[in-house]
Nanobody
Framework: QVQLVESGGGLVQAGDSLRLSCAAS????????VGWFRQAPGKEREFVATITRSGGTTRYTDSVKGRFTISRDNAENTAYLQMNSLKPEDTAVYYCAADYAYWDRTITGANEYKFWGQGTQVTVSS
């Protein structure tokens, strides 16, 4: 069992940056694959980024490649999503998710994650 708490959301202007944090407690964080998802009003939750338990491999959805960076600090039990060059279409509630990983793997499907945070709102004005 792992508990996740996101922070770092807010209201910014287009072109600005934000860094989201996902603080984990419970089981050793280094055993979990982590993902970031987002959900805009009236839309389905979508995959944003994922990182292996070691941090050695990352994957991104095409719309954020080159602008967002996922990272983790297992010693601090925290994962991050650095978001640069934000656009109004990035506006959404952002969720951190984790699932136990028996090997170093990325996970892009929301239904494969067992543990979720409560979400943090990111609003980008034009």
């Amino acid at each position: 069992q792992v508990q996740l708490v996101e922070s770092g959301g807010g209201l910014v202007q287009a072109g600005d940056s934000l860094r989201l944090s996902c603080a984990a407690s419970g089981r050793p964080f280094g055993s979990y694959t982590v993902g970031w998802f987002r959900q805009a009003p009236g839309k389905e939750r979508e995959f944003v980024a994922t990182i292996t338990r070691s941090g050695g491999t990352t994957r991104y959805t095409d719309s954020v490649k080159g602008r967002f960076t996922i990272s983790r600090d297992n010693a601090e039990n925290t994962a991050y999503l650095q978001m640069n060059s934000l656009k109004p279409e990035d506006t959404a509630v952002y969720y951190c998710a984790a699932d136990y990983a028996y090997w170093d793997r990325t996970i892009t499907g929301a239904n494969e994650y067992k543990f979720w945070g409560q979400g943090t709102q990111v609003t980008v004005s034009s």
